[in-house]
């Protein structure tokens, strides 16, 4: 009997304490944590958001999408269909969509997602568009760049875009899409191979740009157009491009469950925004994972040391000056000259910043100059001039474009030296280094005469305004001196034309010659060794005028630079008079192209020139 009375007592005590206990609660948890449930969603932690669950717990589904997703999203449709559900609930149907899809719905659901998240953005009904500041609106944008992403997937990486028309199941239907074989050109180039940047993991660049807005934000290869004329665009390159599917006349088109949609592409360096129901609304982009798709290719890296070593001969079949887009009347060039034992990628950093900056991406377009660096610094230059006017000339025969004649050339460490060499006149004052006589006087071929020429005799171009000095030796590097680069030197081939032109200059009559032998073509080592007659003579021309000209000098050490180098340059070789402007970036080695400071003042001088006519 006592236990029974004992147990009696327990359980009435148990009873007593729910009773008591209130059944709401409310506890002090972290900012972070706060913030977290507030912001938590499908796409962010994979449960759904608050408003969502109130939709669910408003329809009573919350038990059902549990259990059965597929069947408690069909009940929602229908409460759509039937008027049952307010205006923002449409963004609770498309995260419940994503949700079931990612969890085994797949391609029907994530359409879906895109269907309702659109519905909601660009409702039927005027007065139901949303305001810009609802939370809402920037989840639905988020919504539907996924739920096309993944809805257009075909297997694990691409993503399918084929011109034409094509039907895809969904859960309440079918969306037939049409896509005009135009959508996939690009300024006379096909777009190709798409796939998904946002499921990129990028690596090594000090920022990431994403441009927000709508559309699924894709990258894609370039592939020339038969019969078009190749322009500077780089065949490897991997361009940003955004998909939009574009629907209309929703509320009839889900009542009858055939949905038609158009779908756009459009490339990431040309619309920025579009047009629907009479508002601009931007387009979402991945820059920064295009450029670091394109330069994960290990050939890239790998031509760098060969490029130092091997002579133009292998080199010439290809273009050396390539572009990140295709031309663009208006946009002024800005050509980027990489230096010794290096190549274009070397300059990602810097351009990653300048083209996502958009007070400039609107009015320049960036051109990349690549060469073998172990040539004779002369021969170099004279391929970036010739390819620069070529450009010019095939891009704008009419000369109608006055932006092609504004550029401005980039050029670090031997590459400033080549950049120089766009903006002086030399006469004949390099020749002179060669020959005591006339190049006219000298019996050669006409082939090697014609390389002399065109090497040893420079003239400004007309169409460079502006050249910038990175970490240049403009007087000579004091590590081409040393006895490990010149042992370096000896392994460089030279170019098959150089070598034929050495061996005519070596048979030409003593007097003729202003050096007393001749070992062979000179190499860049050569050309950039302190004391060298090139780098004296070259140091020794102004910049022409009408050029505006600016250096950036990295030292290791505080300020003042006098007396210090950056490991490969000293500065006062670096340091030159006649600039617009010098900026000394301190505690920074050779390669000060990813340096925050150098970056700030390239914008600065870029930004500058806009202003400047």
């Given amino acids: 009997m006592t236990r029974v009375l ?16 209130p059944p709401f609660q409310a506890r002090h948890v972290s900012a972070r944590e706060a913030r977290k449930q507030v912001t938590s969603n499908a796409l962010t932690t994979g449960e759904i958001s608050r408003r969502t669950h109130n939709l669910l717990y408003d329809q009573d589904l919350v038990e059902r999408y549990d259990d059965d997703p597929a069947g408690a999203l069909a009940v929602l449709h229908t409460a759509l269909l039937a008027g049952r559900l307010r205006p923002e609930h449409t963004v609770g149907l498309a995260e419940l969509a994503f949700r079931h899809a990612e969890n085994g719905g797949g391609s029907p659901y994530y359409l879906a997602t895109a269907v309702y998240a659109w519905a909601y953005l660009f409702p039927d009904d005027k007065s139901a568009i ?14 539907y760049n996924r739920g096309l992403t993944e809805g257009l997937k075909q297997g694990d990486d691409n993503v399918d875009l084929r011109a034409g028309s094509w039907s895809y199941p ?32 990028v690596k090594g660049f000090p920022t990431y740009y994403r ?16 019969g078009k004329d190749q322009d500077l665009l780089a065949r490897r390159a991997r361009v940003p491009v955004t998909a939009i599917l574009r629907l209309s006349d929703l509320s009839h088109q889900l009542r009858d469950g055939r949905l038609q949609a158009a779908l756009e592409v459009y490339p990431g360096y040309g619309e920025e925004t579009i047009t629907v129901q009479n508002r601009q609304v ?68 810097l351009y990653n910043e300048l083209d996502n900056d958009r007070r400039l991406h609107s009015h320049y377009q960036f051109w990349f100059f690549s060469y073998e660096t172990g040539n004779p610094i002369l021969y170099s230059a004279m391929k970036l001039r010739e390819s620069l006017t070529n450009a010019v000339q095939q891009l704008d025969p009419q000369g109608r474009d006055p932006a092609l004649r504004r550029m401005v050339v980039i050029g670090h460490s031997q590459g400033g030296m080549l950049t120089k060499l766009t903006a002086v006149e030399s006469g004949d004052a390099f020749w002179n280094n060669v020959s005591r006589r006339p190049l006219d006087e000298l019996r050669m071929s006409d082939e090697t005469r014609d390389l002399l020429r065109r090497a040893m005799f420079v003239h400004p171009l007309p169409f460079v305004r502006r050249v910038i000095f990175l970490a240049t030796p ?35 009559d003593k007097d003729a010659l202003a050096v007393e032998r001749l070992r062979g073509a000179p190499t860049a080592v050569d050309n950039m060794t302190p004391g060298n007659r090139f780098v004296k003579t070259l140091a020794s021309l102004p910049i022409a005028p009408g050029v505006a000209a600016h250096s950036i000098i990295p030292v290791k050490g505080d300020l003042p ?6 490991g490969v340059v000293e500065y006062d070789s670096a340091h030159i008079d006649g600039v617009e402007s010098e900026v000394v970036v301190t505690h920074q080695a050779h390669s000060c192209q990813a340096n925050p400071h150098t970056i700030a003042e390239v914008r600065r001088i870029l930004l500058e020139n806009l202003d400047t006519p």
């Avoid at 949303?130 to 919504?143: G, H, I, S, Y």
């Avoid at 190709?192 to 499921?199: D, I, R, V």
């Fill in 282 to 349: 931007p387009l979402e982009a991945e820059p920064t994972a295009a450029i670091a798709y394109t330069l994960a290719q290990t050939q890239i890296w790998k031509m760098e040391m060969t490029g130092f070593l091997r002579g133009m001969g292998v080199i010439e079949a290809r273009a050396q000056l390539v572009s990140t887009r295709p031309y663009r009347p208006g946009l002024i060039p800005v050509v980027f000259v990489h230096g010794t034992g290096s190549s274009a990628a070397r300059w990602a950093e």
């Fill in 6 to 21: 004992f147990a009696a007592l327990l359980c009435c005590t148990g009873l007593l304490a729910t009773a008591c206990a």
């Fill in 474 to 508: 403009q007087h000579g590097s004091y590590v081409a001196g040393s006895w490990l680069a010149q042992q370096a030197a000896r392994l460089i081939k030279a170019p098959i034309a150089l070598t034929k032109f050495t061996k005519e200059v070596a048979t030409l």
């Fill in 130 to 143: 949303p305001d810009n500041f609802e939370p809402r609106v920037r989840l639905a944008c988020e919504l």
């Fill in 211 to 226: 441009w927000a807005g709508l559309g699924a934000p894709l990258g894609a290869g370039v592939a020339p157009r038969e």
């Fill in 561 to 566: 630079p006098q007396g210090q180098n950056d």
């Fill in 170 to 201: 969904l859960p309440f239907g079918t969306l037939v899409v049409t896509l005009d074989p135009e959508a996939l050109t690009w300024s006379g180039h096909h777009l190709t191979s798409f796939f998904p940047l946002a499921e990129l993991e």
